[in-house]
């Protein structure tokens, strides 16, 4: 793809967001787009959103679980920003703000010294995080009907949405078996789902140093004081205005969410 194009990819995408109205697939109108060229659409959909106010807290890993995957036939990790008007605690206006929403739980870290790949390990991720927390992402797709193939996605800011984290029960890592932390998700009252943390690449540390490493490689760093999510452990679930919905995961606590 040609400058020209890219720029108009990403306003295009920034548009259906404002607008609230999907748009088709980039990978069936532009043959030749790759992933490269897609992470420089998704840089100017973001160029776009800060020049509006906002301002970078943190980065996520999307498509890490084979449950996700599988559901959206996407089986390769992403990554995409995450802005401060992402951020949400107690109510969350999906109807406001998402076209097609769907809620995964994850765990969150928070970083208190950058990281910056290539190079980065498991335990230099584990050494540089400051607590883990639970987390609900509700990611949306600007695409329609979820069609997505990779180069979608990351256009699409890896299908960034809302997201909301418990920070009261942040917990250190360094006490916890993070492969083996059990996550269970509510809906409306009832148990939707359960995971491990193995479930996002064998280890949510795993993980974080992927997005570092392939962060890295654009010469972009994880940085201190940045929420990073680490990939959902459970399936999608479609949600809509009156949902509530929480996520227990055991060594952290619970993360509760009502939808609006």
């Known amino acids: 793809m040609n400058k020209e194009q890219i720029r108009n990819c990403g306003d ?30 998704s840089l100017r959909m973001l160029e776009r959103r800060l020049a509006d106010g906002e301002t970078i807290i943190g980065k996520k890993i999307g498509v890490t679980s084979a449950a996700v995957q599988q559901m959206l036939g ?18 969350m206006p999906i109807s406001e703000r998402l076209i097609q929403p769907r809620a995964e739980g994850e765990i969150a870290f928070i970083l208190k010294r950058d990281l910056c790949g290539p190079g980065v390990t498991e335990q230099q991720v584990l050494a540089a995080t400051e607590s883990v927390m639970p987390c609900f992402e509700v990611v949306d797709s600007r695409i329609e009907n979820w069609q997505i193939a990779i180069q979608d996605t990351v256009a699409d800011n890896a299908s960034c949405g809302l997201f909301v984290v418990n920070e009261q029960a942040a917990a250190d890592p360094r006490k916890l078996d993070l492969p083996g932390c059990e996550m269970v998700v509510d809906k409306n009252g009832r148990e939707l789902s ?33 929420i990073i999510l680490s990939g959902s452990l459970v399936p999608l679930e479609p949600v809509v205005a009156g ?6 995961i055991s060594g952290m606590g619970r993360c509760d969410i009502r939808f609006t």
């Open 74 to 91: 996407v089986y390769q990790p992403d990554f995409g920003y995450l802005t401060s008007s992402m951020v949400y605690s107690g109510e």
């Open 12 to 41: 295009e995408l920034y548009r259906a967001m404002q607008e609230h109205r999907p748009v088709a697939p980039l990978t069936q109108r532009y043959k030749d787009i790759s992933i490269d060229d897609a992470y420089h659409i």
């Open 243 to 248: 949902d509530t919905m929480s996520v227990t």
């Open 194 to 226: 359960r995971g491990f943390g193995a479930a996002a690449l064998g280890n949510p540390l795993t993980c974080v140093a992927w997005l570092a490493n392939t962060l890295g490689e654009f010469g972009i760093s994880l940085k201190a004081g940045e």
